[in-house]
């Protein structure tokens, strides 16, 4: 694998950061809200880092590969709640507008680390 650990690349990061705006963004919810889609939203945002993470310690490219393609599901599925969730009006268009900017940022760098693994192996 590279020589960086998992929690001083970009990519992971931003993961952090989106569910982290997620978790407090919901953390205001009403119980209801946050049964339903609070913790599924939660879970697929979190899921994201998690398997950053997971690819980077397995210790192969082929699966750290395989984990970065589940934690862009796991993105897509964020996108799913995150339309969900303001339809139903628990989001601002404010918010929205936030996690966007956020999504747009980490998508591509999903796709970028995907198609660095392996290349450098210095």
Do not use: C
């Amino acid at each position: 694998m590279g020589s960086k650990y998992f929690r001083e690349l970009r990519v992971y990061q931003l993961a952090e950061k989106l569910a982290d705006e997620i978790w407090q963004i919901v953390n205001d919810w009403d119980m209801f809200a946050k049964n339903t889609i609070g913790i599924q939203i939660v879970r697929s945002a979190d899921s994201i880092g998690a398997n950053i993470a997971e690819g980077v310690g397995r210790g192969s490219y082929q699966d750290d590969k395989r984990f970065i393609r589940i934690a862009r599901g796991s993105l897509n599925e964020t996108q799913h709640w995150l339309r969900r969730a303001y339809t139903r009006r628990l989001l601002t268009l404010e918010q929205i507008d936030r996690l966007k900017l956020m999504i747009n940022d980490l998508a591509p760098q999903l796709n970028s680390y995907l198609n660095s693994i392996g290349k450098n192996t210095k």
